[in-house]
């Protein structure tokens, strides 16, 4: 009876707090509360409260944490708010895809997401490409989203250093990002 009384009265004031402002220290008094009751009995009220409170958090961080306690066990699908979150760092995405999905899914996410990556231009793509052909794209679409040409040439140069396969048609690369700077 007390233990009931106790949880009505913590959930009672998580929905004040809800209604209060959701940034700052009550956001902060929001996830303590939350974090507080966790358990794992995915049926529950108060489970079904924090899976939505989860998605109104702005630190994407608390955002992926939230999102992952409160998965299903087994069901990738839940997961898909983490790895196709842009504010977690792509090195982060992919170490959690590398953690959780099956080899599969995860050839098949690393795949979308390398070619998403080199695409919007990502410099942190490179984490993905290494010093292949790849690259050359990758960095051609930062430059073209940037104008970064020192970020460029360094990187060219880096991948000439350290690719013994490097080929002649990309020192040509590198001599046109240098005229470019001149």
Do not use: H
Not at 26 to 43: P, T, Y
Not at 94 to 114: K, M, N, S
Not at 126 to 144: A, C, E, K
């Amino acid at each position: 009876s007390s233990g009931i009384n106790s949880r009505v009265r913590v959930y009672d004031q998580l929905q004040r707090i809800i209604q209060q402002d959701a940034s700052g220290e009550s956001e902060k008094r929001i996830l303590l509360i939350a974090l507080s009751g966790f358990n794992e009995d995915k049926g529950s009220l108060w489970f079904e409260q924090i899976r939505g409170l989860g998605q109104n958090v702005s630190n994407p961080y608390q955002r992926a944490m939230f999102t992952f306690l409160t998965a299903k066990a087994g069901c990738q699908d839940n997961y898909t708010g983490i790895l196709q979150d842009k504010d977690l760092l792509l090195e982060d995405r992919i170490a959690f895809a590398c953690r959780y999905l099956p080899d599969l899914d995860l050839v098949q996410y690393v795949g979308q997401v390398c070619r998403e990556e080199i695409e919007e231009g990502n410099i942190r793509a490179v984490v993905l490409t290494g010093v292949t052909s790849s690259i050359r794209f990758l960095l051609q679409n930062y430059l073209d989203a940037t104008s970064d040409v020192q970020t460029v040439c360094l990187a060219l140069t880096l991948a000439q250093k350290y690719n013994p396969c490097w080929e002649e048609e990309e020192d040509g690369v590198l001599e046109s990002y240098l005229q470019f700077y001149d």
